[in-house]
């Protein structure tokens, strides 16, 4: 330890990005004037200083010549970062000042990933094991490290927090009133949602519900553009739900959600039928079982080599699909097996894209003719496809727009083949 000028000293701009100019309360002032600085500094060998920005303000304000430092060096930019944030984990903070330790937090982890990625020689991504890629983006993570409770609120936050940032005027308003303490990130949240629904009912500019008819029925088939969430359908109006959500923490929030939506939207007894990655298994079924009643589990067998899960040194050569039922419970009509053969990725459309054979399996063993079968999270459509084959009503619901136009393609060109 050694005393510098704080003439010498100089802030650190990533302090100054997140926290800005605060002000030093007069309690503060009176501690350092009674007692001194009894923690120094922790500056690099240039004088900048990592931890202590308060404490140097405080000496400069009250006319100190010199402040107890001690100096610490960095193997990395990435780790001179994550010092900063670190050394001001207990100190409070505003909103504002949470989201952008998290937009820095975000950006570190991905950085950390890319390390991981580049010593273990190999790409990540969603694999057929269902891993996803372990980018250190996890909401969870976030949300912990900049003490916002779970990775729904912090999503959430984010939500705000963006619409701020692009300019979105009721938002703006929401980020003061949250950092002031006279709003929730729920209420402002519910909000920014309430006047986005509100503005595309207004605008009308862009039909989000895409109907057609098959060769097979008058009824009407329906793809809905927008996240499942929002789409207007009446409770207690599907037959049957089958999905592939993304997996991964990063995506537990959509589990939640589809949860929600399936108790909300299946009819009695219907079947909730999801692909699921192997590794958080006990997360899903948590999530899909405080709404809907755990049925059985199929396996899909892989058609080709078993897949390795890296993360356990398991050779896998399955993937599990969970199948929940809103009760009472009623069981299919004919006996089904719970071994479904892999058709193997039909890719064309979608790089997650499932096969059409299995899920003609599942369609057959699990729904009826007529029945309306929905997938909230649609991609290209394959389940869609695969339900109209099957003499099933099909709804899509699928929120990017480059994957809602591939699905619309694909579906007029089977019109188009009937």
């Known amino acids: 330890m050694k005393k510098v000028d704080v003439d010498k000293l100089q802030s650190h ?199 057609f008819k098959t060769k097979n029925f008058n009824d009407i088939h329906s793809l809905y553009d927008e996240e499942f969430q929002n789409v207007d359908i009446d409770n207690n109006s599907i037959d049957h739900i089958i999905t592939d959500p993304p997996y991964g923490q990063d995506f537990f929030n959509l589990w939640e959600d589809l949860a929600t939506f399936a108790d909300n939207k299946l009819k009695e007894n219907g079947f909730l039928i999801t692909y699921a990655g192997n590794i958080h298994i006990p997360k899903y079924h948590q999530f899909l079982g405080q709404k809907l009643d755990y049925y059985w589990t199929l396996a899909l067998i892989h058609n080709g080599p078993n897949q390795r899960i890296s993360y356990t040194a398991v050779q896998s050569g399955y993937k599990p699909i969970l199948v929940y039922q809103k009760p009472p419970m009623n069981k299919p009509k004919t006996d089904v097996s719970d071994i479904v053969q892999g058709s193997g990725r039909e890719k064309d459309h979608h790089k997650w894209q499932q096969g059409l054979d299995e899920l003609s399996q599942i369609i057959k063993d699990f729904t009826e003719p007529n029945d309306l079968i929905c997938d909230p999270m649609a991609g290209s459509g394959t389940t869609i496809i695969a339900s109209i084959k099957n003499n099933r009503r099909a709804m899509g619901i699928e929120k990017q727009d480059k994957h809602f136009q591939a699905m619309k393609d694909r579906l007029m060109e089977y019109k188009k083949s009937e």
């Open 13 to 211: 701009e990533l302090n100054q990005k997140i926290y800005g100019d605060e002000e030093i309360s007069q309690d503060f002032l009176d501690s350092i004037d009674e007692f001194g600085i009894l923690v120094p500094l922790k500056v690099k060998p240039d004088n900048t200083i990592i931890s202590g920005h308060r404490r140097w303000k405080g000496a400069k304000k009250l006319g100190l010549d010199k402040v107890p430092v001690e100096t610490i060096t960095f193997s990395s930019k990435l780790a001179e970062r994550e010092a900063i944030l670190t050394y001001n984990k207990q100190r409070d903070k505003t909103y504002s000042q949470k989201m952008k330790e998290a937009g820095e937090w975000e950006d570190i982890e991905e950085e950390k990933a890319k390390e991981r990625q580049e010593k273990l020689g190999k790409s990540h991504g969603k694999d057929p094991s269902g891993q996803l890629s372990q980018r250190g983006r996890s909401k969870d993570k976030i949300a912990q490290k900049v003490k916002m409770g779970s990775g729904r609120t912090y999503d959430r936050a984010k939500t705000v927090w963006d619409e701020a940032k692009k300019g979105d005027e009721v938002a703006k308003k929401q980020v003061e009133k949250i950092d002031k303490g006279k709003e929730s990130i729920h209420g402002a949240y519910k909000k920014i949602k309430n006047k986005e629904r509100t503005e595309k009912i207004k605008s009308n500019k862009k039909d989000n519900v895409r109907k």
